[in-house]
C-alpha cells in the first residue's frame, strides 16, 4: 500500500511566494484568549469576526489579519474580532514539509459540534477551540479565512443554507459560491452553534483563497475580508477601500454540491491532473479510481471541486461534485 510520503512525492510543489509574518506580536490580546483581540465601537451593532489559521499552513489568512491589525482598524458601529487559530500548528511550519503543519493532533475544523467540545476527549485542537468558543459565541457574522492545497480560483463556501447562499452573493466575492453540507467526519466553524440554525440571523462563511503559499491567495484575502466587513456595517467601506482589489467583481455562480467524494484507501488516484472546477460534460465519465473501484460523474456537466490527495487516507474527502444551482432563493 503507497504511504501518503509517497504519495505528496509525486505531486506538485508549489514555490512559497510569500512571507509569513511573526504573528508573536498578537499573543496578548484584550480577550483573554490569546491571539484574539477584539474592538468595541461603542455603538450599538453587530459582532464580526474575522479568524485566521484554521489550519496552520494556510497562510493568507495570516497575512490578511496580520496586516488589519497593523493598520489599527477599527469598527464604526458593534464590535470588531481579529485573531489565529491554530496558531501552534502554524509556530511548526517546515517549508520543506509544508503540508504537514495543517494541524498537530486533528483538524481544528471538525471539532465544532457541541458533543466534541463538550466530551472528555482532549486534543490541541479542541483545547484551543474550547478556548475560542466564549467569543465565538458571541459573534454575529463570521468569516474563516482559508486556502487551498492546489492553485485554483477561489471559493466561498456558503454552507446549505440560504442564508449563507444570500449572504455569499450579498458580498459579491469571489466568482464561484459553493454550496455544501460540509465533512462526515466532524463539524465545521461556520457551521457551528446558530450558524448552521436558518432560524437565526447568526451567519458564517468560509472562503478558500487560492493555494496556500501564492501572492494572489493573500490578495484575495484581504479583499474578501473587507467586503465582508463592509456588508456587516461593522466599518465602513471608505476605511477598508485600500484592503481591496480594483477590478471590479465578475459575475457570480453559484455551484451545489452534490456528492463528496470520499476515499476508501489509499490506492485513490484521480484520472486526470484535476485542479478544481473542471466541468465534465458526460455523466458516467470515469473520473477517479479507489483500488478497484471506478469513481464516475454522476451527471452531465459535472464540477470537480477542491481535489487534492495531500491529506489521502480512508475516510478523507479527496474531491467534491457539483453542478450549477439556479433560482435557489
Not at 47 to 64: D, F, Y
Not at 112 to 134: C, H, V
Not at 212 to 219: A, E, G, I, L, M
Request: negative net charge; charged residues 25%.
Amino acid at each position: 500500500m503507497k504511504t501518503l510520503e509517497q504519495i505528496r512525492a509525486k505531486l506538485h510543489e508549489y514555490p512559497i511566494e510569500v512571507a509569513f509574518p511573526d504573528i508573536a506580536a498578537w499573543k496578548t490580546g484584550n480577550t483573554g484568549v490569546d491571539y484574539m483581540h477584539t474592538f468595541d465601537s461603542g455603538v450599538a451593532g453587530p459582532h464580526a469576526m474575522i479568524l485566521a489559521l484554521t489550519h496552520g499552513n494556510e497562510v493568507s489568512g495570516a497575512i490578511a489579519v496580520d496586516q488589519l491589525l497593523r493598520s489599527e482598524l477599527r469598527p464604526a458601529k458593534g464590535r470588531l474580532t481579529l485573531g489565529f487559530g491554530n496558531v501552534d500548528a502554524y509556530h511548526r511550519f517546515d517549508s520543506g514539509n509544508p503540508d504537514a503543519s495543517r494541524f498537530i493532533d486533528e483538524d481544528m475544523n471538525r471539532v465544532w459540534s457541541t458533543a466534541r467540545l463538550d466530551s472528555a476527549d482532549d486534543s490541541r485542537e479542541l483545547r484551543r477551540a474550547r478556548a475560542l468558543r466564549p467569543i465565538v459565541d458571541s459573534v454575529d457574522f463570521l468569516l474563516d479565512l482559508h486556502s487551498m492545497h492546489e492553485e485554483a480560483p477561489p471559493l466561498m463556501l456558503s454552507g446549505p443554507l440560504a442564508k449563507g447562499i444570500r449572504f455569499a452573493t450579498d458580498i459579491g466575492v469571489p466568482e464561484h459560491v459553493i454550496v455544501d453540507g460540509g465533512h462526515a467526519n466532524g463539524k465545521r466553524l461556520r457551521d457551528y452553534g446558530a450558524f448552521g440554525d436558518p432560524a437565526s440571523p447568526k451567519n458564517a462563511l468560509l472562503i478558500e483563497t487560492g493555494q496556500h503559499f501564492s501572492v494572489r491567495s493573500k490578495d484575495v484575502a484581504l479583499d474578501a475580508a473587507s467586503r465582508f466587513l463592509s456588508k456587516t456595517g461593522v466599518v465602513t467601506a471608505a476605511d477598508l477601500k485600500d484592503f481591496m482589489l480594483h477590478a471590479a467583481p465578475a459575475l457570480q455562480q453559484v455551484l451545489q454540491v452534490t456528492q463528496a467524494v470520499i476515499a476508501g484507501t489509499m490506492d485513490f488516484e484521480f484520472a486526470q491532473d484535476f485542479r478544481g472546477l473542471e466541468m465534465i460534460e458526460r455523466a458516467g465519465a470515469v473520473i477517479a479510481r479507489d483500488g478497484d473501484k471506478q469513481i464516475v460523474t454522476p451527471y452531465d456537466d459535472c464540477v470537480i471541486v477542491m481535489p487534492s490527495l495531500r491529506h489521502l487516507g480512508p475516510g478523507v474527502t479527496v474531491m467534491r461534485l457539483a453542478r450549477a444551482l439556479e433560482n435557489w432563493q
